[in-house]
Structure formats: C-alpha cells, structure tokens
C-alpha cells in the first residue's frame, strides 16, 4: 500500500476541512436549547432528548458508514452522508413538535456519521506513513476541535440576526458546500495485497474475540457521556447557574457580559485548548504507550470535572474548566482510532474504529438525554456531572490490561 510520507497532504487538508465543517454544526446544537424550548414551551427533555438520539444515530451510522466506504468508496460515502445531513438540518427547520425533532435528529446523526470521523480518519490513517499516522489522525481530529471554537459563536452570532429554522438552513448549505472539495480528496489504495486478502468477517470475528477490542470499546464510552453532556448543556447550565459578569471586568470589556455569551465562549474555549491538546496527544502517542495516555487522560478528566462541580461556579472558574478540559477534549480520539489501526490493521479500520464508536455514542445518548432528564426533575446537573466523573474514572482503569501489539491472525477462522 502506497503511503505519504510527507505530513501534510491533500487526502488530510481536505479531511481536516471536511470535519472542520461537520462538527462546527454538530457543536452549536446546545446553543438551541434555550430558543428552541422557549418558543415551543417545552421541557429542557424534549430538546435534550433530540440531540441524544442524534448522537445514538450518529454511533450507529458510524459502523455502516465506514463499511460503505469500503464497499463503494470514501468519496460516494461522503457524499452520501452530506446528502443526508443537509435533508435533516432542513426538515427540522419545519419541525413544531418534540417527537418531530427527535426523529428527525436520525437523520442528523446519520449526516454526522458520514462526514465525520469514522470515515475520514480511516482515509487519512491509510493516506499516512506509520511514522507520521499518529499525527495525522491528531490534526484532522484538531480540526473537529476548530469547528467547535466557529461552531458555537456562529450560531449564537446568528441567532441575534435571524430565527433558528433559518440558522439550520444556512448549516444545510455549508454541509452540502463541502462536496466541492472531494475531486481534490484522492485517497489511496484501501490496503496491501495481504490485506485485501483477509475478509471483514473474519477481520470482525478476530476482533471480537480480543479482550482487548472489548476493552477499547468500553474505555470510549465515558468520553462520549462527558463531550456530549458538556457540548448540549453546558451551555445553558453556564447561562442559568454561573455568577453574574461584572462590569469593567476582563470578560465584560472583551463583549462577554451575559452568562449566555459566556456559554457559547466557553464552548468555543473547549475548542481552542482541545486543538492544542490533541496535537500533543498525536505527538505523544507516535513515543508512548496509547493505553497508557487514554488512561491518563481519563484520569485528568475526572479530576477536573470533579474539583469543577465541587466549588462554586464563577466567571473565571467557567474559563478554567473550559481550558482544562479543552486540554483534554478530543485527545482521546487520535489515541484510540491509532491504537485500533495498530492492533487490527487499516484494511477495516473504517468499520473497526466505527463499532468501538458506537459506544461512544451510547455515551453521549445516556449524557445528553440524563442531562435534561435529571433537570426536568430536580432542576439541576448535579447527578448527571457526578455519573461522569465514576464513569471516567472507570475508562480510566480498563485501558490498562489493553495489550499493545499487533494481532498476528486477528482474522482465524
């Protein structure tokens, strides 16, 4: 299998903007919480519910996504998946009931899974040498983490000019914008000749007989409960529960004087340190051990989440948390799609890191939709930040019997 070997490729710039797009959409949708639940009297649930079964959807999508891709091609898969997400943003615009958003999120998610990681890290890992694939998935994952700074504020910047259904509109037409880019994404080969000869069945049934493979698939749930948690509610919990913003301070003069703002900012924030982070965890995971940085990244989050909830919330405190767990945010995704490349090959990387996705997403299903249910009921987050914080510690832990070295016949029959 031919391989880059220089760094920076067209198969990665276009990747990076590709994702770049699809996640400044997918992290503004807790900016609508609040416009959408008040214009409709609904309870926080209802919203919050949507955005679960988005992400349930989009960890479902992921695996048949990555498998279409190695059917039919990265490219027709891509397409396919922005066709897709451009119809949900733009049905949800008419949408008027709960039940309505919420199925109509299926689509959303399925739009995510097909222009998001699981696809375009599987092109990017084959289109990398083994020196610089690490990297690679590292900068294309960054590249998630600069949606999110433009995401947000787009949105709330937005939302000041026009309503929300015409905000969703206007994110159809950037997602289908994308699709410019594709001539111009010519990946490589799908594997060597030893690979192709090896079946996604018996790719599939030598994975799922690894204790390892089981336990990178429960180490990724945690990661979505907490990143889906944050991005659908921290906004709204910034906004209802911080200390006001004092005139004259630092963030009053920079234009921050609502917690409203604050929330969007401190979106944005997680995505600006998560840029940062996750090129530190790429560099890192081409000289370390991966398990052995999962699970100090999880052990990190724990703690700031934890030292977060127990003090009082305050302007400044809202901007350190936001910076620390930015730091730590999506470093966890090079690591873990890295370490299933490593351990089981590239041929299936696609659908292999695709179905250790989904518990990802059953994460961020339980995150998003507990969020709103533990709200509805005791009007706070309390419960829901504290189920994140076990939880990490648990990811923490069981990355550490992963065994670390490639599977020599992952695929016996």
């Not at 610089?132 to 787009?154: D, E, Y």
Request: net charge positive.
């Amino acid at each position: 299998m031919k391989q880059q070997t220089a760094l920076m490729t067209p198969v990665l710039v276009i990747g990076c903007a590709i994702i770049l797009v699809n996640f400044s959409i997918r992290a503004s949708f807790g900016v609508f919480q609040i416009p959408i639940a008040t214009e409709f009297n609904w309870l926080r649930s209802e919203f919050s519910l949507a955005i679960a079964i988005q992400n349930l959807a989009w960890g479902i999508g992921q695996p048949i996504f990555g498998a279409l891709a190695e059917k039919i091609g990265d490219r027709k898969a891509i397409i396919i998946g922005a066709l897709i997400y451009a119809a949900g943003l733009v049905l949800s615009s008419f949408a008027v009931t709960p039940e309505a958003h919420q199925m109509l999120e299926i689509l959303v998610g399925f739009g995510v899974a097909g222009t998001g990681f699981g696809v375009i890290l599987a092109v990017v890992g084959r289109a990398s040498s083994d020196k610089n694939r690490s990297m690679s998935l590292a900068i294309a994952t960054a590249a998630g983490s600069a949606g999110q700074i433009i995401g947000a504020p787009t949105a709330e910047f937005l939302l000041t000019m026009m309503p929300w259904q015409n905000v969703f509109m206007v994110f159809a037409a950037a997602i289908l914008a994308v699709l410019l880019l594709l001539p111009f994404m010519r990946a490589p080969p799908m594997a060597s000749k030893a690979e192709l000869e090896q079946s996604m069945g018996q790719v599939l049934r030598g994975a799922f007989r690894d204790p390892t493979y089981t336990f990178i698939f429960l180490g990724f749930f945690s990661c979505g409960y907490q990143l889906a948690f944050i991005t659908a509610h921290f906004p709204a919990f910034v906004t209802e529960m911080c200390g006001p913003i004092m005139p004259g301070g630092a963030l009053y003069e920079a234009g921050i004087t609502t917690t409203s703002a604050l929330g969007a900012v401190a979106i944005a924030l997680i995505g600006a340190a998560n840029i940062g982070g996750t090129l530190f965890a790429g560099w890192l995971g081409n000289r370390y051990s991966k398990k052995y940085l999962l699970a100090g990244i999880y052990t990190a989050r724990t703690i700031v989440a934890a030292v977060f909830i127990m003090l009082p919330m305050t302007p400044t405190s809202v901007i350190i948390f936001s910076v620390a767990m930015g730091s730590l945010w999506l470093a966890t995704v090079p690591l873990t799609s890295g370490l299933v490349a490593h351990i089981y090959g590239l041929r299936y990387m696609g659908t292999l890191y695709g179905i250790v996705f989904f518990s990802h997403q059953m994460g961020s299903f339980l995150g998003v939709w507990l969020g709103g249910r533990m709200y509805d009921i005791y009007g706070s987050y309390t419960v829901v930040w504290w189920v994140g914080v076990a939880i990490g510690a648990f990811s923490a832990v069981i990355h550490l019997p992963i065994r670390e070295r490639p599977l020599e016949r992952p695929i016996a029959a």
